[in-house]
């Protein structure tokens, strides 16, 4: 077992049964054929399903939308970079000589590369249960310092993000009908989605306000 196996065991708080898979997650493509290229594909899908579960069971009324907002905060390279960071796993790579001299250990690419390679290690070693326990341990403070995404956040806005992450064409407003004299309006707007059979209405003394109205009312129809 090599130094850098023992270290990040140290750091994980676990062992590796075989310490072949600890080093090879730790082994970049610029140092060796036989790399974490494969570990880090695996450690991808593994993350991103542990992430998903237990953002569901975090949120039970969050919606779609809400929960793939989450999990894209969690899952991406500037949060694996600051775990890796964090344990200083910059240090225990393996990298090639020109990686090693251009700042490798430092790139964010890099260090979130090798966090789903240690992840996708542990999975193979452990399974999915060790692998789940270790992850919510790493990121501890990421998921509790989660924002509530939707705070702040209009209904046309929250709208069109539910409706994109299901692939679904964005809504189409129109104004139904302009009541009242000019310096005192009523708009009154129609919002359809694939999604509701039946067009929403919303009213107000402007076309964005009766917009966003329509588009609550559609919030309200979708449960959302």
């Known amino acids: 077992m090599t130094d850098n196996v023992r270290k990040l065991e140290q750091i994980l708080g676990y062992d590796y049964s075989d310490k072949s898979l600890a080093t090879l997650a730790l082994t970049h493509?610029?140092?060796d054929q036989q790399n974490n290229e494969r570990l880090e594909f695996l450690g991808d899908a593994v993350l991103g399903f542990i992430v998903a579960d237990e953002l569901v069971q975090?949120?039970?009324t969050a919606s779609e939308g809400d929960l793939s907002r989450r999990r894209a905060a969690l899952v991406n390279q500037k949060c694996l970079s600051q775990i890796a960071r964090?344990?200083?796993l910059g240090e225990l790579l393996t990298l090639g000589m020109g990686e090693q001299k251009s700042g490798g250990r430092q790139r964010a690419s890099i260090l979130a590369d090798v966090v789903e390679a240690i992840l996708g290690a542990i999975y193979l070693d452990a399974g999915l249960q060790r692998c789940r326990d270790l992850l919510l341990q790493l990121y501890g403070e990421e998921l509790d310092a989660l924002p509530n995404t939707s705070a702040g956040k209009d209904a046309k806005t929250r709208l069109q993000e539910h409706l994109q992450a299901k692939a679904l064409p964005l809504p189409k407003y129109k104004i139904e009908s302009i009541e009242g004299e000019e310096h005192r309006q009523s708009f009154r707007v129609s919002c359809r989605i694939k999604l509701l059979s039946e067009p929403t209405y919303g009213t107000g003394s402007n076309r964005r306000i009766a917009e966003?109205?329509?588009?609550?009312?559609?919030?309200e129809s979708?449960?959302?």
């Open 29 to 31: 493509r610029s140092a």
């Open 222 to 224: 979708l449960g959302l």
């Open 212 to 219: 966003r109205n329509a588009a609550e009312k559609a919030l």
């Open 58 to 60: 975090r949120f039970p």
């Open 86 to 88: 964090r344990l200083g």
